[in-house]
């Protein structure tokens, strides 16, 4: 059942504000919350979309009730099986690769790409890596002098949560979403936002986040089992070759890999 494979929500209170909401995404480290009615709940591309639309006036939508941007979903009820989803998941799958699940009219959980895969890692076989599915072409991969509100945009538009980093053709490491909503809720952003300085955050060099490498593995040292378990952690893996990226996957084309190559293998 669903109920075994989704994450647990994080609550927040109705009066809450939208800045509210990013700090406890980015606390709790949650893709999503849900409104303490537990029926309309925000997710971490949703918010993105509140902030490129409001570019200019930031300020003021930091610190607009929740409800404004909240929307109630159609979720897939936790009583059923993983494989009724897969067969209707253009109606169950959200933006950011969320699968929403509810019960009795309340959203319960969710879950993510990550999770699918992890149910069904024991098919996987390292040659997958070869496969379309890791094609770093299918990746964000980007130059680390792009701006915020570039790297915001294509995240929206992909759908993907990721993007990776890199500069003279080696690899810097990765960004998720949630480190850019971090990024915008630390005291010294906020405070340039509240005078009216929206670029300082937009226009910003996503060099600036640090991208992280902990998702990073050199192909001379990958093996099965170190596979699995950055998947299985992270939900993206970069597999480096020469200090540049041979071969990577984000968290939209593993739900993919999943469904149509480690499922069909249990068939």
Same mark, same amino acid.
């Given at each position: 059942? *669903?109920?075994?494979?989704?994450?647990?929500?994080?609550?927040?209170?109705?009066?809450?504000? +939208?800045?509210?909401?990013?700090?406890?995404?980015?606390?709790?480290?949650? &893709?999503?919350?849900?409104?303490?009615?537990?029926?309309?709940?925000?997710?971490?591309?949703?918010?993105?979309?509140?902030?490129?639309?409001?570019?200019?006036? *930031?300020?003021?939508?930091?610190?607009?009730?929740?409800?404004?941007?909240? #929307?109630?979903?159609?979720?897939?009820?936790?009583?059923?099986?993983?494989?009724?989803?897969?067969?209707?998941?253009?109606? #169950? +799958? &959200?933006?950011?690769?969320?699968?929403?699940?509810?019960?009795?009219?309340?959203?319960?959980?969710?879950?993510?790409?990550?999770?699918?895969?992890?149910? #069904?890692?024991? =098919?996987?076989?390292?040659? %997958?890596?070869?496969?379309?599915?890791?094609?770093?072409?299918?990746?964000?991969?980007?130059?680390?002098?792009?701006?915020? !509100?570039?790297?915001?945009?294509?995240?929206?538009?992909?759908?993907?949560?990721?993007?990776?980093?890199?500069?003279?053709?080696?690899?810097?490491?990765?960004?998720?979403?949630?480190?850019?909503?971090?990024?915008?809720?630390?005291?010294?952003?906020?405070?340039?936002?509240?005078?009216?300085? %929206?670029?300082? #955050?937009?226009?910003?060099?996503?060099?600036?986040?640090?991208?992280?490498? !902990?998702?990073?593995? %050199?192909?001379?040292?990958?093996?099965?089992?170190?596979?699995?378990?950055?998947?299985?952690?992270?939900?993206?893996?970069?597999? *480096?070759? =020469?200090?540049?990226?041979?071969?990577?996957?984000? %968290?939209? =084309?593993?739900?993919?890999?999943?469904?149509?190559? *480690?499922?069909?293998?249990?068939?």
């Amino acid at each position: 059942m *669903l109920k075994r494979l989704a994450k647990e929500t994080v609550r927040i209170r109705e009066n809450a504000m +939208l800045i509210d909401a990013i700090e406890a995404m980015v606390k709790n480290k949650t &893709w999503m919350v849900v409104c303490s009615d537990g029926e309309h709940v925000l997710t971490a591309h949703s918010i993105i979309r509140a902030i490129l639309e409001n570019e200019g006036n *930031l300020a003021e939508v930091l610190n607009n009730p929740i409800l404004n941007f909240a #929307f109630k979903p159609k979720y897939a009820s936790e009583s059923r099986r993983l494989s009724y989803i897969v067969k209707n998941l253009r109606r #169950f +799958l &959200w933006k950011g690769n969320i699968i929403i699940t509810g019960s009795g009219g309340k959203v319960t959980g969710y879950i993510r790409p990550e999770n699918v895969f992890k149910h #069904f890692s024991e =098919n996987l076989i390292c040659n %997958d890596i070869n496969s379309v599915f890791f094609y770093p072409g299918k990746c964000l991969l980007v130059y680390a002098n792009k701006s915020l !509100k570039t790297i915001l945009k294509s995240l929206l538009k992909t759908g993907s949560s990721y993007v990776f980093v890199y500069s003279r053709s080696r690899y810097r490491g990765v960004i998720e979403i949630l480190d850019l909503l971090k990024e915008l809720s630390t005291k010294e952003i906020l405070e340039k936002i509240k005078i009216g300085d %929206d670029g300082y #955050f937009l226009h910003a060099s996503v060099s600036e986040l640090n991208p992280s490498r !902990k998702s990073a593995v %050199d192909i001379e040292n990958i093996g099965r089992s170190k596979l699995i378990a950055i998947l299985s952690q992270y939900g993206h893996v970069a597999i *480096l070759k =020469n200090g540049g990226v041979y071969r990577a996957i984000d %968290d939209k =084309n593993l739900l993919l890999y999943t469904v149509n190559i *480690l499922m069909a293998r249990s068939r």
